[in-house]
């Protein structure tokens, strides 16, 4: 009511920490962020004025959300496909639309897209539930052991996803428990990969795109725990590949908003019947900022929440120029004492150059509950420093064993 | 109650545009910012969880807000100082305290400390209310005419502040006027300076300091336009001057979190028996984030948002160093149409490096609704870059004529 004429609402579904970095951009841009957050203390909720609390995945929850929004965004994969369809019926785009946002939703539905497109993937193959040993079996016996077996949807930081080191009787008894679970089942070749990639682009409903520097992840348990940008070493042609790869996925599958692709680099010679050879394959997609991302914060002109809400607000895309040489993220997980406060002193007055950003969440042993970013010319001593900050936020001492 | 354990929450007192921006910094630092605004409609109350509506210059109702903060802080000087003691004796702290803030409350009070401890400023005169004229007479025949007459308490952005060129029948009117409404005046010595500039500093409670680069601050009709860091060609020798001034109006005022210091830098021979010569005097004071610091936001490691909040938790302070050669912001001024959404889409196509930020206001004519920075090596460049993004955002077209 208040707000300036013409102004648009946008509504992100979802409260986690995605949705409250996205706040501090629709400050800037001055464009009201709306929020629907499973509960008032959610990491988003506690910094939007314009909170709605419901389950994002139940319809009535969304629709009553949705009403009064410009447009919806999401803050995770997990909204239902056919909910957000019921909200584009109403009359209330979704960016990304349901359409697109399926190839982030269910991985094999993501597979058969892409290759079909010629977009470099692992080897994959679904298993069907009824009978699913014997297409694990072949699967196998073409591609090698051990195989990646995945629940198609669902997983996150490495959950969902198990590596089979044959058909022994624990493959057997893992596979039976899932599928009796109703979990649906693909099993992946097990890629001899080099490193992670990420690449991160946006496109605009008008059709804009931009894309960022290529950066390189480094995991930990399935959770990431470093992100370097631009990737050392990556030369020029593979990162022009995979921007263009990244771009090109944006488009042909119609994504509005940012697509964040991972991807391995692959160690030539590389193995497998998909991809052009020249040492790229697809990971994972996701539809949304992502935690390769967030060093764009300082370290990129326009940081990866201003680019998502400009592309989903339809305006020009911002500069992805990046602001330092160097810029390395690391993510700040929970650790047995949950006072983070207090192990701030040691750190700022460690490095008064290093950016906390903390999630406002409650702290749990292996949670993700913020970052930290350093940025400059010397790559060992920044990833020194972030490593520091962030194991120091986690632990009140720096375990070099931990980084 | 949700909050991470120790997690200390800051209040501000006022809900403009210094408390929105301060709440960007807040999300990152995981602090909760609870904001008195003095309706749900204003610039920060628009983007704060934490709100509370009530009018901060009523004791009570900047009691009750204080209560549960475990510090209270300023987006502006206008809580009356008998006020903020009664928090303070309640035993929660004020940063800056009342005693340092009297400072930036009256003009006079300020003169007679600064003037006491050396530090360069214009003469100047309290003017009696019970018999005003001897005492200007007096003034004017010794510095010269015009004279700039002030009130000591109340004034911004060029309110408060008046030229009177003689004794004539038009000064002695406005004098009259004056002191019949009950303003306090004081009297300036009118200095021909070369430019203004702006020196920001943070000092925290445990008394570290910080000082960010020395910036140019250009005026047009007492409204600041345009902010440029560094202040082209400025001598290393001045600029560590104006900052070590700053830093020492921090210390011997015992000023807690931000303090911005605008200067005049005279023209050589200055005339005037204060100051040491060497070409600066002090203008005004702000102790709380000041638009000249606006272009830290990108421009500095640390925001002056981030470092006040930092300095009045007591906090280590961040780095002040700049990310870019030169950082250009000019501030966006309300026009006719107040739509000026609709004008980002060629601001933003037009720059794809221009950073907009506004402040959810509404749009009034010479209204301060936003700001916009650019950063980079060409200065002539980003000052034409910012003018043009700054003249579009308010006339919907490129207005050489006012920048």
């Not at 804009?208 to 390189?216: L, S």
């Amino acid at each position: 009511m208040s707000n300036p004429p013409q102004t648009p609402v946008v509504g992100m579904a979802g409260g986690g920490q995605l949705a409250r970095m996205t706040q501090q951009a629709a400050i800037a841009l001055g464009v009201p962020l709306r929020v629907l957050a499973g509960a008032p203390g959610e990491s988003a909720a506690k910094v939007v004025a314009d909170v709605r609390v419901g389950d994002d995945r139940a319809l009535d929850d969304l629709m009553a959300f949705a009403k009064g929004c410009d447009v919806v965004t999401f803050d995770h994969e997990h909204v239902p496909g056919p909910h957000i369809r019921e909200v584009e019926a109403s009359g209330v785009p979704c960016r990304p639309g349901s359409a697109a946002l399926a190839h982030a939703q269910d991985k094999l539905v993501m597979r058969d897209r892409l290759t079909a497109f010629g977009a470099p993937c692992p080897a994959y193959a679904p298993l069907p539930s009824a009978d699913p040993m014997p297409a694990l079996e072949a699967f196998g016996r073409e591609h090698g052991w051990p195989v990646v077996l995945k629940a198609t949807r669902g997983g996150y930081d490495g959950k969902g996803v198990w590596v089979a080191d044959n058909l022994g009787v624990e493959t057997v008894e893992l596979v039976g428990r899932l599928i009796a679970e109703g979990v649906d089942l693909m099993v992946e070749q097990h890629v001899p990969f080099r490193r992670e990639l990420a690449a991160l682009v946006a496109r605009s409903p008008y059709g804009q795109g931009a894309a960022y520097p290529i950066v390189e992840t480094v995991q930990k348990d399935g959770i990431c725990v470093e992100v370097i940008s631009p990737a050392p070493g990556l030369s020029g042609e593979l990162a022009a590949e995979a921007q263009s790869l990244a771009l090109r996925i944006a488009d042909e599958l119609g994504v509005t908003g940012l697509l964040a692709v991972e991807l391995f680099e692959t160690e030539p010679p590389r193995t497998g019947r998909q991809g052009s050879g020249r040492g790229l394959l697809v990971n994972e997609l996701a539809m949304r900022p992502h935690n390769s991302g967030h060093w764009t914060i300082e370290g990129a002109r326009t940081s990866q929440f201003e680019q998502h809400l400009r592309a989903v607000l339809d305006l020009p895309l911002g500069s992805t120029e990046p602001t330092a040489r160097y810029t390395v993220m690391a993510n700040v997980l929970g650790g047995d004492d949950p006072d983070v406060y207090s192990r701030y002193f040691h750190v700022m007055a460690h490095d008064p150059g290093v950016k906390v950003h903390m999630y406002g969440k409650e702290s749990r042993p292996g949670r993700k509950i913020g970052h930290v970013t350093v940025l400059g010319d010397d790559l060992a001593d920044l990833r020194e420093r972030a490593r520091h900050a962030a194991d120091y936020l986690r632990w009140g001492k720096a375990m070099g064993e931990h980084a």
